[in-house]
């Protein structure tokens, strides 16, 4: 049964999707929400948001992100949200360097951190079925391994193929290079990674942009997250 | 005494030996980020970072890019940027040929443990390891022979938690070379310095020592790129078999149709072929089309058709029939209706290694009859499975030699989720050009997934002559 | 009966404003052939929607004035578009996520039949033995609201809302909204509601064509435009 959509006409989310700051970008945002960061190694990380969750105090969240594997001095990671003990778990296929460690490591060393692994391909589905609307999928890469302990398996081609249910998040922090007001998305080389596909997976999508344009501003042709998925912009610092 | 052990750059140009021409190859962290800058940038052979960057090497920075490894990195001439999760499904889709990851342990039968250590026991890092092992046909590890300490890093049996079970094919490391057999690990290749001795010594697994046992060596190979321009379209197609099935775009409209491909595999005559493809030819009996438009139905009046997998398969108007819709009225064809969006989720499914998955379209309707039916959080689903081809014949604007392939407008639709899904992948264009004239950001279809080009003759027409 | 056969209805235009009244500011609609492609021309002014299309564009613009088509440049009924600033293009994969995933608000559908129930059947009619299923499945269970634009009754004068679908179904009990030539009828997935009447018709003689009981609503009135 579908139902008829709310007309809100003040709804800000709807109407122009700029943002004046992190903080107001993330309104909403509750204790124990679950928070999907983009990000891969130290490249497209929405720092300006994460310093915005730091400052809302929201605590108990879960985290599903690539993971804090480097720490360049000024930066501002996942790590530190983690340092500040507003993180309760985190899902992620590289949670911390096993050599530099860190906050993430020292917590769940302490057990003040869960720690949940999900290989990197996996979790990209998960989150892609999430956004896409699809229940669950059968892949075969982890047969075999811990991965698949626990859950069903199916042979397909001859091979065991292991069954991963759609994963959402009730937010999405990402990074963009550039977004028109609509929020058309662009982004530069593999700051785009995980982006595209947490776009689709959470309930609010906002996103951290170095510059915004007018609609026309952005190629249609370059377009890469298109702007159904997006529902508030805040600039950069 | 034995001898130094090798540098990282030594290893990647050992492990370069076990490239060739045109390969594919998938870089985990660490170790593997060396390869790249092992080979002359025209050796045209891709590789593929779990990071996005395909067509990566190592040097100077592109502004925003990293390898596998979080170092910067630049792209080869044609490289792209993807995201994440298509990444996965290039890796899982079976779409590159070598796997190369530095574990930090491997066992005797092939199992592999990814950068996990007993220091962080209990917490494991697969990254892409999971998925790279997985799809490539060789996995090659690259890995210092012993752990800081002494430890061996080649064991009987991994003492952790293993990322991959029996997948790796070849173990290289800063003093040696050895095969994974199935009856077990075999010492082929030694670093200069060390005898096989020495490597049975420091190594915590049995080890054969094959009888034809070399000393390790650094000369990096001659690679070309594969040429993938063909000259036409009987050429592209010419290895079409009687039966195949073919992945055919056509949303509807004559935009984003492989006409002169089309034309091509109707001169070819090959028989009974099993169309995927979102119409089954309906642009010259629809509002998209004119009567004389090439679509699908001359490859059914050339009685080369006997399946159809298709959305919209007969025309909008019943007292319009298209050619399909007769050839199946008569009996002579198969048809498959399977929704739209189903449908591409399957060809989606079918390139990026997704056995099946469900859906919650069609359930509980004539189309979802006969599958499994599912409830996940309260809500119906129907199991649908991935779909592949034979062949695919997609139409794009313009492509580089290497096959990268960008669209144009609404012509995009099916053509590059089909160029995923097939064996062998032809694409029409208006254009080829050279490599790095197509924008980094701007691919949409990367050329790893292209085997075949060809340019639409600028003397072709669209049209039957009527 | 006959009298009521002959009686005037509403024209299409009439049922693409009131169908245009229930798109929200700022929302993403995918509309489908037929009526419900007129509805774009009859959003009220102020208000700003979305078109998605399964051709793989967001953000469609208005019909291609004549000697403007681009092949390149087209909705999913085949009708060329203009270009305007915003849009973006994707393919159907990416086109389906958006549907099947929730993130399209509403779609403006034809149909064959709808039943008691918000049951939808418009992809296939028995007596041809083959039909077009094209996006409508996947629209009708993942779009977060479904609309039916439709006539009320067939060319035989049948009631295409009925008690159970007889055709093949698209989608089960997805439908909350029916704007037809003669009334407005809100379904909740247990019964229908008539809400409004074209002018002229009383509830009584809308019920008549319609093969589902009709819940008159209390405050039931005039088509609104």
């Known amino acids: ?237 | 005494m034995p001898g130094t052990h090798l540098e990282p750059a030594s290893v990647a140009q050992r492990v370069s030996q076990e490239l060739f021409s045109g390969a594919v190859v998938a870089l985990g962290p660490g170790l593997p980020c060396y390869l790249p800058d092992a080979l002359p940038d025209t050796s045209g052979v891709w590789f593929i970072a779990d990071s996005g960057a395909l067509g990566s090497k190592g040097g100077e920075a592109h502004g925003s890019a990293v390898d596998a490894g979080e170092n910067s990195a630049s792209l080869l001439s044609g490289g792209s940027f993807t995201g994440v999760v298509d990444v996965a499904g290039i890796l899982r889709g079976g779409h590159t040929d070598i796997a190369v990851l530095q574990p930090s342990q491997v066992a005797a039968n092939g199992d592999f443990v990814h950068w996990t250590s007993e220091e962080t026991a209990g917490l494991f890092a697969p990254g892409s390891a999971v998925d790279m092992a997985y799809g490539a046909a060789t996995v090659i590890a690259v890995m210092p022979h012993q752990y800081p300490g002494g430890r061996s890093n080649i064991v009987s049996q991994c003492s952790l938690p293993v990322d991959g079970a029996g997948r790796v094919n070849i173990i290289i490391t800063d003093v040696s070379v050895i095969k994974v057999t199935a009856a077990g690990l075999e010492l082929v290749e030694t670093a200069p310095g060390w005898t096989a001795e020495e490597i049975i010594a420091i190594t915590d697994a049995p080890l054969t020592v094959s009888s034809d046992l070399k000393g390790m060596t650094f000369n990096v190979p001659t690679l070309e790129p594969t040429n993938k321009v063909y000259s036409s379209a009987i050429e592209a197609l010419s290895d079409v078999l009687e039966g195949s099935i073919i992945n055919v775009d056509g949303f509807a409209g004559p935009g984003g149709m492989a006409h002169y491909l089309m034309v091509g595999l109707r001169d070819l005559g090959v028989k009974k072929l099993q169309l995927i493809s979102n119409t089954a030819g309906v642009a010259r009996v629809s509002a998209f089309g004119v009567p004389n438009i090439i679509d699908h139905s001359i490859l059914v009046e050339n009685n080369q058709v006997v399946k159809a997998t298709a959305s919209y398969p007969v025309s909008p108007s019943a007292s319009r029939p298209s050619a399909f819709e007769e050839a199946y009225n008569r009996g002579e064809t198969e048809l498959e209706v399977v929704p739209q969006g189903t449908l591409a989720e399957r060809l989606r499914s079918g390139g990026a290694g997704v056995a099946a998955f469900y859906t919650p379209t069609g359930a509980g309707t004539l189309l979802g009859e006969g599958k499994e039916a599912r409830i996940i959080d309260g809500k119906d689903y129907i199991l649908e499975t991935g779909l592949r081809a034979d062949f695919c014949i997609i139409r794009g604007y313009k492509a580089d030699t290497l096959g990268n392939v960008v669209y144009k407008g609404t012509s995009r639709n099916f053509n590059p989720v089909m160029a995923t899904a097939a064996e062998i992948t032809v694409v029409e264009v208006d254009e080829i050009v050279e490599p790095g004239q197509l924008g980094p950001e701007e691919i949409v279809t990367p050329g790893l997934f292209v085997n075949r080009i060809v340019v639409r003759p600028a003397d072709f027409s669209a049209y039957l002559e009527i | ?225």
């Open chain 1, 1 to 237: 049964m579908t139902s008829a959509p709310e007309n809100s006409p003040g709804d800000p989310t709807k109407q122009g999707k700029l943002y004046s700051s992190a903080l107001a970008a993330l309104e909403g945002i509750s204790n124990d929400a679950t928070v999907l960061v983009a990000g891969f190694a130290g490249c497209g990380i929405p720092q300006k948001l994460l310093r915005g969750l730091a400052e809302s105090g929201v605590s108990g969240l879960t985290l599903i992100c690539q993971g804090a594997w480097i720490q360049e001095p000024g930066d501002f990671t996942v790590a530190d949200l983690v340092g500040s003990g507003q993180v309760k778990k985190m899902i992620s296929p590289m949670p911390f360097h096993p050599v530099h460690g860190g906050a993430v490591k020292e917590q769940w060393e302490s057990g003040e951190l869960e720690i949940e692994i999900v290989s990197q391909g996996v979790l990209a589905e998960r989150l892609r079925a999430g956004g896409a609307g699809i229940g669950g999928v059968f892949l075969p890469s982890s047969s075999g391994t811990r991965f698949a302990e626990g859950k069903e398996v199916r042979q397909y081609d001859g091979c065991e193929h292991v069954l991963e249910l759609a994963l959402k998040a009730d937010f999405a922090l990402l990074r963009a290079q550039a977004a028109d007001t609509l929020g058309n998305m662009v982004y530069d080389g593999t700051a785009r990674n995980w982006n595209p596909t947490m776009a689709m997976a959470a309930g609010v999508t906002v996103v951290e942009v170095d510059a915004v344009h007018h609609p026309g501003g952005i190629d249609p042709e370059l377009v890469i997250t298109q702007a159904i998925f997006i529902d508030r912009l805040v600039l950069s610092d």
């Open chain 3, 1 to 225: 009966m006959e009298s009521l056969a002959d009686k005037e209805r509403l024209p299409r235009e009439i049922m693409a404003m009131r169908v245009a009244k229930e798109l929200p500011d700022g929302s993403y609609v995918n509309l489908g052939i037929g009526i419900p492609t007129m509805v774009s021309s009859f959003v009220p002014e102020g208000r700003t929607v979305f078109y998605h299309s399964e051709s793989g564009i967001l953000n469609c613009g208005p019909l291609a004035e004549e000697g403007n088509e681009d092949i390149d440049l087209i909705n999913a009924g085949g009708q060329y578009l203009e270009p305007v600033g915003g849009m973006s293009f994707f393919d159907s994969a990416e086109a389906f996520a958006m549907i099947r995933g929730g993130h399209v608000d509403v779609t403006v559908l034809g149909s064959h039949q709808v039943s008691a129930t918000g049951d939808l059947a418009n992809w296939m009619l028995p007596q041809r033995g083959v039909g077009n299923v094209g996006g409508a499945m996947d629209l009708a269970t993942g779009a977060s609201g479904v609309i039916v634009a439709m006539e009320h009754t067939d060319r035989n004068g049948e009631p295409k809302i009925v008690q159970e679908c007889t055709f093949p179904l698209t989608g089960k009990g997805c439908v909350y909204l029916i704007v037809t030539d003669l009334a407005v009828i809100e379904c909740d997935g247990q019964g229908l509601t008539l809400k409004e009447v074209a002018p002229g018709w009383t509830p009584e003689e809308v019920q008549q064509l319609t093969g589902a009981k009709l819940t008159i609503s209390p405050d039931i009135r005039e088509f609104e435009l």
